[in-house]
């Protein structure tokens, strides 16, 4: 009953406003099966994927500064190669609990400032909590720990068995799994109903949001972030120390992969770790009868995924010599994403009657 | 004398191939360049070194304000380039500036037609300044390793940056950097060197007209004036006589945001109207033609204010924007805060605009109000602000001004 007023209320109040948007307001979508299958098939199932990484890069960990060797060393690099790669499934969802502890920013800044590491870890005096330490934490610090800190296996090895660096490496970990619990159990507690009732098409909707969210995470921090800011796009030259993960080194490649892939999933609807799609972007698109000059926009964004990722399926497993090696490899693949952009952000965004609600950042 | 007319020719030539909408109309007897190249006796006669050292030295003072390493009396010294005693001070890295006998206060509220006689405000304003570095002091350097929160100093994110605010949630070296735009540079440009009272003063127009040149130097006192007016804008440019190709980067202060304005597609133009204002008045200085420099003088008052204006407005909507959706989640106001901090000093720098006519549009009461209403809807300062606050701050402005709120907004 409640429903039906408001369906009468909307095409009343938009039809005072501009008339240049398409009037797509009123469409009987359903807005709430889509909802339901985001949260309850894609977001918490690819959060508790997330969480379990970290739950086995936990017990790595302990089991590394209980037993320090080779063998158990390598453990704790696979735990952390698999966390990373499922957090690429998680960082886009940055609403709700992740949006408030601003979840991405603690996680996955980088370059992560080593300088800064050290000194905390010789002196011991830090505080993970302040903003100006999200270069000092997450798997980009890990990265530095397990990879970066000294030039062989051994002095790494040997070095994170000393105390100090330990008991660092220990809090980063639990500090990731601690913030990812967070997130969860608010998924688990009201959030979830809030989420899947929050309905309409105000600013503060869910899908208007979720929507935005989704278009920051494509643009910023997968477009630009893991391939146009170290190709050089947005500077005088290429910055090759600026891809993810550069300790690792081979690993730059199969995270922009996972984030990808995880944005096409999205896109398409497909419950976590299946084939089987729900309602999504690409069926109300569909519902919607979006067409992009002869086919229907829903395809071409489709097309445009394919087309980007075979573009990085073809670059170096480590981006930095690809960038050092052939850059224009790592500029074509900037292209084709950045096409995305166009047909999402201008075109499905037009057609869902969804406002942009982020900007540039002024930048000073 | 006829190589000159062939040099300015040139440049006439040149500029009929560009685009007429925006070109001046046709003058007599003006030899108006393409470029702000002005030469007598075949050396240049433009000189504004003295406008490159201040910007220079407000440059690192501004930088040294956000270094926790910096003290109360540092910041003095710099700003004062003496010691608190009057002593001789090396505050600088670039040895030229310490070597200059320029300070960035002497200028601060200096200027001819809104202080000369009125030193208290002049004072205040000044010392308004110096009160910021003793906050930074006592309130942001001790905090660096707090989480802000109302009524508690400390950091914030904003995006990837962090931001250090006092426990009213203000940037103090924004406050310093945005305020320093109004009080040095806007005072110094409209109020003081393009004043007609200073550019006339003593025989300066009838030196002007016959060309009687300073003391060893190689322009008249009236074209020195103009140029140092000049140099307030564009004396750290790139090439400084097309300022206009590198605008908006050649500095953190009128230069930057003449470029931010004019990058915002309803108000482009803006740079190209003030560049050609500078360069049309210096060549009527030149050919003794009062009445044509004077109408660049009202064109520059406009469009100088209008750039402090629309900052002004633009921090104040971007800031209500950027309030979090949930008002006690205190970790989320980073991003307002800068704005709203930046607006804080565009708002400061208020009371320096003037319009065409030449009148002063902020009284110091007015632009005390605004700041105070911007301050007072709680004993928090920014964390309790309202969005109806800004907005009437906002109005307030623009209805002063030929934009509107939602043009200066994005």
Same mark, same amino acid.
């Given at each position: 009953?409640?429903?039906?007023?408001?369906?009468?209320?909307?095409?009343?109040?938009?039809?005072?406003?501009?008339?240049?948007?398409?009037?797509?307001?009123?469409?009987?979508?359903?807005?709430?099966?889509?909802?339901?299958?985001?949260?309850?098939?894609?977001?918490?199932?690819?959060?508790?994927?997330?969480?379990?990484?970290?739950?086995?890069?936990?017990?790595?960990?302990? *089991?590394?500064?209980?037993?320090?060797?080779?063998?158990?060393?390598?453990?704790?690099?696979?735990?952390?190669?698999?966390?990373?790669?499922?957090?690429?499934?998680?960082?886009?969802?940055?609403?709700?609990?992740?949006?408030?502890?601003?979840?991405?920013?603690?996680?996955?800044?980088?370059?992560?400032?080593?300088?800064?590491?050290?000194?905390?870890?010789?002196?011991?005096?830090?505080?993970?909590?302040?903003?100006?330490?999200?270069?000092?934490?997450?798997?980009?610090?890990?990265?530095?720990?397990?990879?970066?800190?000294?030039?062989?296996?051994?002095?790494? !090895?040997?070095?994170?068995?000393?105390?100090?660096?330990?008991?660092?490496?220990?809090?980063?970990?639990?500090?990731?799994?601690?913030?990812?619990?967070?997130?969860?159990?608010?998924?688990?507690?009201?959030?979830?109903?809030?989420?899947?009732?929050?309905?309409?098409?105000?600013?503060?909707?869910?899908?208007?949001? +979720?929507?935005?969210?989704? +278009?920051?995470?494509?643009?910023?921090?997968?477009?630009?972030?893991?391939?146009?800011?170290?190709?050089?796009?947005?500077?005088?030259?290429?910055?090759?120390?600026?891809?993810?993960?550069?300790?690792?080194?081979?690993?730059?490649?199969?995270?922009?992969?996972?984030?990808?892939?995880?944005?096409?999933?999205?896109?398409?609807?497909?419950?976590?770790?299946?084939?089987? *799609?729900?309602?999504?972007?690409?069926?109300?698109?569909?519902?919607?009868?979006?067409?992009?000059?002869?086919?229907?926009?829903?395809?071409?964004?489709?097309?445009?995924?394919?087309?980007?990722? *075979?573009?990085?399926?073809?670059?170096?497993?480590?981006?930095?010599?690809?960038?050092?090696?052939?850059?224009?490899?790592?500029?074509?693949?900037?292209?084709? !994403?950045?096409?995305?952009?166009?047909?999402?952000?201008?075109?499905?965004?037009?057609?869902?009657?969804?406002?942009?609600?982020?900007?540039?950042?002024?930048?000073? | 004398?006829?190589?000159?007319?062939?040099?300015?020719?040139?440049?006439?030539?040149?500029?009929?191939?560009?685009?007429?909408?925006?070109?001046?109309?046709?003058?007599?007897?003006? $030899?108006?360049?393409?470029?702000?190249?002005?030469?007598?006796?075949?050396?240049? $006669?433009?000189?504004?070194?003295?406008?490159?050292?201040?910007? /220079?030295?407000?440059?690192?003072?501004?930088?040294?304000?956000?270094?926790?390493?910096?003290?109360?009396?540092?910041?003095?010294?710099?700003?004062?380039?003496?010691?608190?005693?009057?002593?001789?001070?090396?505050?600088?890295?670039?040895?030229?500036?310490?070597?200059?006998?320029?300070?960035?206060?002497?200028?601060?509220?200096?200027?001819?037609?809104?202080?000369?006689?009125?030193?208290?405000?002049?004072?205040?304003?000044?010392?308004?300044?110096?009160?910021?570095?003793?906050?930074?002091?006592?309130?942001?350097?001790?905090?660096?390793?707090?989480?802000?929160?109302?009524?508690?100093?400390?950091?914030?994110?904003?995006?990837? $940056?962090?931001?250090?605010?006092?426990?009213?949630?203000?940037?103090?070296?924004?406050?310093?950097?945005?305020?320093?735009?109004?009080?040095?540079?806007?005072?110094?440009?409209?109020?003081?060197?393009?004043?007609?009272?200073?550019?006339?003063?003593?025989?300066?127009?009838?030196?002007?007209?016959?060309?009687?040149?300073?003391?060893?130097?190689?322009?008249?006192?009236?074209?020195?004036?103009?140029?140092?007016?000049?140099?307030?804008?564009?004396?750290?440019?790139?090439?400084?006589?097309?300022?206009?190709?590198?605008?908006?980067?050649?500095?953190?202060?009128?230069?930057?945001?003449?470029?931010?304005?004019?990058?915002?597609?309803?108000?482009?133009?803006?740079?190209?109207?003030?560049?050609?204002?500078?360069?049309?008045?210096?060549?009527?200085?030149?050919?003794?033609?009062?009445?044509?420099?004077?109408?660049?003088?009202?064109?520059?008052?406009?469009?100088?204010?209008?750039?402090?204006?629309?900052?002004?407005?633009?921090?104040?909507?971007?800031?209500?924007?950027?309030?979090?959706?949930?008002?006690?989640?205190?970790?989320?106001?980073?991003?307002?805060?800068?704005?709203?901090?930046?607006?804080?000093?565009?708002?400061?720098?208020?009371?320096?605009?003037?319009?065409?006519?030449?009148?002063?549009?902020?009284?110091?009461?007015?632009?005390?109000?605004?700041?105070?209403?911007?301050?007072?809807?709680?004993?928090?300062?920014?964390?309790?602000?309202?969005?109806?606050? /800004?907005?009437?701050?906002?109005?307030?402005?623009?209805?002063?001004?030929?934009?509107?709120?939602?043009?200066?907004?994005?």
């Amino acid at each position: 009953m409640k429903r039906g007023v408001l369906i009468i209320l909307i095409p009343m109040l938009f039809a005072c406003s501009e008339d240049e948007s398409p009037d797509t307001q009123n469409d009987n979508f359903d807005r709430q099966s889509m909802l339901v299958n985001w949260a309850d098939n894609i977001i918490i199932p690819s959060y508790k994927a997330y969480e379990n990484s970290l739950i086995a890069l936990q017990s790595a960990k302990n *089991e590394f500064i209980a037993n320090p060797n080779i063998s158990s060393f390598s453990e704790l690099r696979i735990k952390w190669e698999e966390a990373y790669l499922n957090w690429q499934k998680v960082s886009m969802f940055q609403i709700g609990m992740a949006e408030q502890i601003t979840l991405r920013d603690f996680t996955n800044i980088y370059p992560c400032d080593k300088e800064e590491i050290e000194m905390a870890i010789v002196s011991g005096n830090y505080n993970l909590e302040l903003p100006s330490s999200r270069d000092m934490q997450g798997f980009p610090a890990l990265d530095y720990l397990l990879y970066g800190m000294a030039e062989s296996e051994n002095e790494l !090895l040997q070095k994170l068995s000393q105390t100090a660096y330990s008991n660092y490496l220990s809090e980063l970990v639990e500090r990731l799994l601690f913030l990812s619990q967070s997130v969860i159990d608010n998924w688990e507690g009201d959030y979830h109903d809030q989420f899947v009732e929050n309905l309409g098409s105000d600013a503060g909707s869910s899908v208007n949001k +979720m929507v935005n969210d989704y +278009m920051f995470y494509y643009e910023k921090v997968l477009r630009a972030g893991k391939i146009g800011i170290p190709a050089g796009v947005f500077s005088s030259t290429s910055r090759s120390d600026l891809v993810e993960a550069p300790y690792r080194g081979d690993l730059s490649k199969a995270l922009c992969l996972s984030a990808l892939n995880a944005s096409i999933n999205f896109f398409h609807g497909r419950h976590y770790n299946s084939n089987e *799609e729900g309602e999504s972007l690409k069926s109300y698109l569909d519902y919607l009868s979006t067409v992009s000059e002869t086919q229907s926009l829903s395809l071409s964004i489709a097309n445009q995924f394919d087309l980007s990722k *075979e573009k990085i399926e073809g670059l170096n497993a480590d981006f930095a010599l690809q960038i050092q090696t052939d850059n224009a490899a790592m500029l074509e693949a900037y292209d084709e !994403l950045q096409n995305n952009v166009v047909l999402m952000k201008v075109d499905m965004f037009q057609a869902m009657n969804i406002r942009v609600d982020y900007v540039d950042a002024d930048g000073d | 004398m006829a190589k000159y007319l062939l040099f300015f020719g040139f440049f006439i030539a040149l500029q009929s191939c560009s685009d007429d909408s925006d070109k001046p109309e046709p003058q007599p007897n003006i $030899s108006n360049p393409q470029f702000y190249i002005f030469e007598r006796n075949g050396e240049s $006669s433009v000189d504004f070194s003295g406008q490159t050292t201040r910007i /220079l030295m407000a440059e690192e003072l501004v930088s040294a304000s956000k270094n926790f390493n910096s003290s109360e009396s540092g910041l003095l010294e710099m700003y004062r380039n003496e010691s608190v005693s009057g002593g001789d001070v090396d505050p600088f890295q670039d040895a030229d500036l310490n070597a200059s006998t320029k300070s960035i206060r002497s200028k601060v509220a200096a200027s001819n037609d809104l202080f000369s006689s009125n030193s208290s405000e002049s004072l205040e304003i000044k010392d308004f300044m110096e009160s910021l570095f003793f906050q930074l002091e006592v309130e942001i350097y001790p905090n660096e390793n707090q989480i802000a929160a109302p009524g508690q100093a400390g950091q914030l994110a904003d995006g990837s $940056s962090t931001r250090y605010v006092s426990p009213a949630g203000l940037e103090y070296d924004q406050l310093l950097n945005k305020s320093l735009i109004g009080a040095l540079m806007v005072d110094q440009v409209l109020n003081n060197y393009l004043s007609p009272e200073v550019l006339d003063q003593n025989s300066n127009r009838e030196d002007n007209s016959n060309k009687v040149l300073s003391d060893g130097k190689n322009h008249t006192q009236m074209e020195h004036f103009w140029d140092e007016a000049y140099g307030y804008l564009y004396g750290t440019s790139a090439n400084s006589a097309n300022p206009n190709a590198s605008i908006g980067e050649d500095d953190n202060f009128l230069n930057k945001y003449i470029g931010r304005v004019d990058s915002d597609e309803d108000f482009v133009g803006i740079a190209h109207r003030i560049f050609e204002a500078f360069k049309l008045g210096r060549a009527a200085i030149l050919a003794n033609d009062y009445k044509l420099r004077d109408e660049q003088i009202a064109i520059l008052r406009s469009e100088i204010s209008n750039v402090i204006a629309i900052r002004a407005v633009h921090y104040m909507q971007q800031g209500k924007k950027a309030l979090p959706a949930d008002r006690n989640n205190y970790s989320a106001y980073g991003s307002a805060f800068h704005d709203l901090s930046e607006g804080y000093g565009f708002l400061y720098s208020l009371r320096f605009t003037r319009n065409a006519d030449g009148e002063v549009l902020f009284s110091r009461e007015e632009v005390d109000n605004l700041i105070s209403k911007l301050l007072s809807d709680g004993s928090n300062g920014f964390w309790d602000v309202k969005t109806e606050t /800004l907005d009437e701050i906002s109005e307030s402005i623009s209805s002063k001004f030929n934009f509107t709120l939602a043009q200066a907004a994005e």
